[in-house]
């Protein structure tokens, strides 16, 4: 399988981050990068560095004041006054449709959804060409040169239009779709990342020409809360093109593959023809958020039933954290794919 | 001149506290009130402890949910494995519609829009009981008895209707002005603190019933940020019933009190015969914020500009922190009100 990534992904390197009212280690760490891509390459992925396409496909899912902001936040920051190393929120609006202020403090606010999206000195490089790798994948599936694995890290769904949240900054797999979407093709996206895709479900729910299905841990009691639940699907044009399906924690492959199933069958309705899997692998047993219980052998399962689509797939990674089996289940998606 | 006080609003005393990405002690201290009530009784305020008018008037402006998390929420945060020592919130929902979680982590994002108003043990109760304070001041004031002196700690002009934020937990001055509102009156709510009195603002920002005014430090740049700009005046019904005066860092004494005679006349336009003043004091110069430049004398002179209304005047306390003139600029207040 092609494969896609930049070293200037290894440029964003976090610190800040904050649960339960703890300070804690950022768990969205570079070393994720060697974990994740020895995997693939073990699954037969050829990686390559994406060609620099641009701003033009990330403006076309984010807004100009976000881009601007993330641009050039870490500079205006580290002129302020005892500035803390990273750019860290702590005041936020309480809609979107709040004034959106000067300063950088009140930006951060409006910005950043959270304290996991601390921004420093490489996270727009990083961003950047996590994003360039995923706009890579779709191009080569949009080709009809095979499958492709998108090494996107940081990771994006949590991204919205003009808001960073929980690791995410750009929002890879929606940047990836609408590439697609805008070469003729009606593809959907199909996050499997333990957490749910907000970010992804905010940027197309008023749209009908991009399906979006989540499949993740209930977020009554669990990140991102405020989205994922089962009422949410679509507004608009969009009524009925976004799918949430939230299950109980700690469900296990039997459940997770009958849920599979659902998200696959109205990926199949709406007449997909090119299915964007936004692969978080935190949905593991072994997955320090513990929402989930998908062992290999269920990573290997999901891997296959997205070959049994018949569909163009582009893989693009989400989340999953430092464990010992993180790189064993990508490469069992990635090998189960590939034999299924 | 009549207070009002309980004893229990010392049961507050918030560590946490988050600006620029640096983490720094809380200003909003409880050592507060012992310089307020001290400068306060030297103008001549006696102080009584409020009678207990229960839930009711706090409940005509917070949400049923938001009473509900703001009394259980520190028993359910201190169950949590490895929970911090308070209510600290580390993700926020993008709007006010969003889905509502059951998690206390999630329902301290929907619930705290900052970093500002941790939630302890005895936050509650103090908050119920300046809350009181306020309630008891405008009723002593709706029964013709003369002005009061309500000294709401913790302060309550930024908060929403269910929405902490600031150091503010219940909104004092709102829940006074309904109470007003509710024996006959025509309440205005004039803030004087140098923050934005956001809370207040989108508690009233699509009535008619009562006027909310507010002069502050420019929020493009200062704190509330998202809130106080001057194009914000009310919508729906209120369209026209919301008056943001900002003005430049820096102001001083002659510019503050001309803005203060454009408040008034809005005042007095209104119709209004019971005037609620938010008496934030932190825009001294010499306040830590250092967002305006009100001197001793200001102070003074805005005492005797809201004597010189001839209306029926509640003073609720609102912001201003620890410096060498605190509880001088209190005095000043309250004194140029007397000989006003």
Redesign the interface.
């Known amino acids: 399988m092609k494969g896609f990534f930049d070293e200037r992904q290894w440029n964003h390197d976090p610190k800040?981050f904050?649960?339960?009212?703890?300070a804690s280690p950022n768990p969205e760490q570079p070393r994720r990068i060697e974990v994740l891509k020895g995997a693939a390459e073990e699954a037969g992925c050829v990686f390559t560095t994406p060609p620099d396409a641009g701003l033009g496909p990330i403006a076309a899912i984010h807004t100009a004041e976000y881009l601007t902001f993330l641009r050039n936040i870490y500079t205006r920051?580290s002129r302020?006054?005892?500035?803390?190393?990273?750019?860290?929120p702590?005041?936020?609006?309480?809609?979107?449709t709040?004034?959106?202020?000067?300063?950088a403090?009140?930006q951060a606010?409006?910005h950043q959804?959270?304290?996991?999206c601390p921004i420093a000195e490489g996270t727009w490089e990083a961003a950047y060409w996590s994003a360039q790798s995923a706009i890579a994948g779709a191009d080569f599936v949009a080709a009809g040169d095979g499958p492709a694995y998108a090494l996107s890290r940081p990771p994006g769904h949590h991204a919205?239009a003009d808001?960073a949240?929980?690791f995410c900054f750009f929002n890879n797999s929606g940047i990836a779709a609408e590439r697609l979407r805008a070469q003729g093709f009606r593809p959907a996206i199909l996050d499997v990342d333990v957490h749910h895709g907000n970010g992804t479900q905010?940027i197309f729910y008023h749209r009908e020409d991009v399906l979006t299905v989540s499949i993740h841990a209930d977020?009554?009691?669990?990140?991102?809360?405020?989205?994922?639940?089962a009422?949410?699907r679509g507004e608009g044009a969009g009524l009925g093109y976004n799918l949430n399906l939230p299950l109980e924690r700690g469900t296990g492959d039997d459940d997770y593959m009958r849920t599979l199933d659902r998200a696959l069958a109205r990926v199949t309705d709406f007449g997909c023809d090119a299915l964007v899997v936004a692969l978080g692998l935190d949905a593991s047993i072994d997955d320090p958020f513990q929402g989930l219980a998908v062992t290999q052998e269920g990573f290997a399962r999901i891997g296959r039933a997205m070959k049994q689509t018949g569909l163009p797939v582009l893989f693009v990674q989400e989340g999953g954290y430092i464990s010992d089996t993180l790189g064993a289940n990508l490469r069992q998606v990635l090998d189960g794919f590939q034999s299924g």
């Open positions: 800040h904050m649960a339960n009212g703890v920051w302020m006054d005892g500035a803390g190393a990273e750019v860290i702590n005041i936020h609006p309480a809609n979107r709040d004034s959106y202020p000067k300063s403090v009140g606010g409006y959804a959270d304290t996991a919205f808001l949240g929980g905010g977020p009554a009691r669990f990140y991102p809360f405020f989205w994922g639940h009422h949410e």
